[in-house]
């Protein structure tokens, strides 16, 4: 692990402690490593293990990674038709969901999301949502979850991107489970070095394309473990969510 992976564990920790009403700056990186970080409070030391989740699998049986790169061409492609249309600058995020998408598909999506931006642009400074799950009696491609655009007062050029991966609830389980069971594996390492721990879980931050949210209406019970409790941090640190709480 680089120091800088560590040092944003170790931010991450801290992010987790705050969550659980414990005083961030208490948090002390462990130096046996195991659990990744403590908190020595009066009465117990509390420990705080934090582990990546890495997108791997397929959909549909097609790699996870092959999905994002067509979304993200899908982007590139939107973007550049936007702008030879002359459409005013802006920042646009398109979120997908896990339906494959085929190359051959490409410019049709692209072309009704540069319609739906245009058609739609909001005035400098202003923002405007489309999101799929509130519309009925709507012809849209059938993989997009939702499309975000804002218009900065001092933006120059446009910029259209992936915030993030959607995952089907079938692969994230499965996901979850495996994180959770390996780190059940190590729990009784990790309590020698405190009274009880926490798992934090988050998505890996070290490949864009893999960072994700736990959508609100996902279900999840997280399979039998002796950590204290398991809890998730959304890749852009806006929220922790315990998990099967």
Not at 31 to 56: K, M, N, Y
Not at 171 to 194: M, P, R, T, W
Request: charged letters at 25%.
């Amino acid at each position: 692990m680089t120091p800088e992976e560590r040092q944003m564990e170790f931010a991450q920790a801290k992010s987790l402690a705050g969550h659980l009403g414990l005083d961030p700056a208490a948090v002390v990186n462990n130096s046996a490593s195991f659990p990744d970080a403590l908190i020595r409070l009066p009465l117990e030391t509390i420990g705080i293990e934090v582990t990546r989740l890495h997108r791997e699998g397929s959909i549909d049986g097609r790699p996870v990674i092959a999905l994002e790169s067509e979304q993200e061409k899908t982007i590139s492609i939107a973007m550049e038709k936007y702008t030879e249309a002359g459409g005013s600058p802006v920042c646009v995020a398109v979120y997908f969901n896990s339906e494959v998408l085929y190359s051959k598909n490409r410019h049709v999506v692209a072309e009704w999301l540069v319609e739906l931006v245009r058609s739609n642009c909001p005035d400098p400074g202003g923002q405007y949502e489309w999101d799929s799950r509130s519309i009925e009696g709507y012809d849209y491609p059938t993989c997009l979850i939702s499309v975000s655009a804002f218009r900065s007062r001092s933006m120059a050029k446009s910029h259209w991107h992936q915030p993030k991966a959607a995952w089907s609830s079938s692969g994230l389980a499965e996901a979850l489970d495996i994180a959770i069971v390996s780190k059940q594996g190590k729990i009784s390492e990790y309590l020698s070095h405190c009274d009880k721990c926490y798992l934090l879980l988050v998505s890996d931050w070290t490949i864009s394309s893999m960072c994700f949210e736990i959508p609100d209406d996902f279900k999840y019970a997280p399979p039998v473990n002796d950590f204290e409790d398991v809890y998730f941090l959304s890749s852009y640190g806006r929220e922790i969510k315990k998990l099967g709480g």
